[in-house]
């Protein structure tokens, strides 16, 4: 159980173009999601949380008109990087949060390698 | 601002040894405490820990909470190369909206 799917694996795009990465929970329903980015020997950074229905909230820092957030159901969210800059480069990574007892653990997808050229 | 600190930052060892990997941390309203491994992509979910001195056991895994030090320890025995990998320490604040705060992670590597 609790298994998240995220998609696709790895994108690669030209600067200028807008990007979209899906996290899907499959096996639950997640009204919270997470989307992170990891550097290099980092670790993951919260971008924003995502819950279903409302807006997201953003970390400090994070742009939020160029981080589209959407959560559209209880088994999807998406992350949408618009207008892509080789800066943007990163792994980017979803979770998502169960409703029940066990909601303060967050299941990971299996990440998002982008490479804006 | 909240801030885990894992150590060692990278561990090699043979096989069949018994490791022990460090995780401290400050955070306000502290909630609870998650081990990660994370071997290529995903991390993967290994314990939750929300009270002091109580052993979490998993297979050859073990972990525990230590409140008043503000740590925690993942231990693995008998080393397997399957164990390599780097070890996610993640804390929750109690602010109701269940965000983690990551560290940087332990790389382990097992040499068969």
């Known amino acids: 159980g609790a298994v998240v799917s995220q998609h696709p694996s790895r994108v690669i795009c030209k600067s200028g173009t807008s990007v979209k990465i899906e996290c899907r929970s499959l096996d639950f329903q997640a009204t919270t999601m997470f989307w992170y980015r990891q550097f290099p020997k980092q670790s993951l950074m919260l971008m924003a949380t995502?819950?279903?229905?409302?807006?997201?909230?953003?970390e400090q820092g994070v742009e939020k008109d160029k981080f589209l957030i959407n959560h559209a159901s209880l088994t999807l969210s998406t992350l949408t990087v618009t207008s892509a800059h080789p800066e943007d480069s990163s792994f980017y990574i979803c979770s998502a949060a169960t409703s029940g007892s066990t909601k303060n653990i967050q299941y990971f997808g299996a990440g998002t390698r982008l490479s804006v050229l | 601002e909240d801030k885990v600190v894992q150590s060692p930052l990278s561990l090699v060892v043979h096989e069949g040894d018994t490791v022990t990997l460090n995780c401290s941390y400050e955070?306000?309203?502290?909630?609870?405490l998650l081990w990660y491994k994370q071997e290529k992509k995903a991390p993967t979910f290994l314990f939750m820990l929300t009270s002091s001195g109580i052993e979490k056991k998993s297979g050859r895994l073990s972990s525990i909470l230590d409140k008043k030090e503000l740590s925690s320890i993942l231990n693995i025995t008998a080393t397997q190369t399957g164990d390599s990998a780097i070890y996610l320490c993640?804390?929750?604040?109690?602010?109701?909206?269940?965000?983690?705060?990551f560290g940087t992670g332990t790389r382990l590597t097992i040499i068969p």
């Open positions: 955070v306000t309203n502290f909630r609870s």
């Open positions: 993640a804390v929750e604040g109690y602010f109701g909206n269940e965000k983690l705060t």
């Open positions: 995502s819950n279903e229905g409302s807006k997201a909230t953003y």
